[in-house]
């Protein structure tokens, strides 16, 4: 018999590399840059808000106060 080894065939294995990584940052920079301006604007909505509610409150106020002048002002006009 033969005195010899029979060898593989050769193969050649190729590797891709995959990108995409970049894209993936970006997306989670867009996610994070919209989440931070959601929260600027919903706080800046909130304080708006709370300035229209003090500047009624005030306005009310100052409405009651006229109306208890008015009452004064008329109980001394009758000689009260």
């Given at each position: 018999?033969?005195?010899y ?9 190729v590797?891709?590399?995959?990108s995409?990584g970049g894209m993936?940052f ?13 929260f600027f ?17 005030q ?5 009651s106060?006229?109306?208890d002048?008015a009452?004064d002002?008329?109980g ?5």
């Amino acid at each position: 018999m033969a005195d010899y080894q029979e060898r593989p065939a050769t193969t050649t294995t190729v590797i891709e590399r995959r990108s995409g990584g970049g894209m993936t940052f970006a997306i989670l920079l867009l996610v994070v840059v919209v989440a931070v301006a959601a929260f600027f604007l919903i706080s800046s909505e909130s304080k708006k808000d709370n300035a229209v509610s003090t500047a009624a409150t005030q306005v009310g106020q100052a409405a009651s106060d006229v109306g208890d002048a008015a009452k004064d002002a008329a109980g001394a006009a009758k000689g009260e």
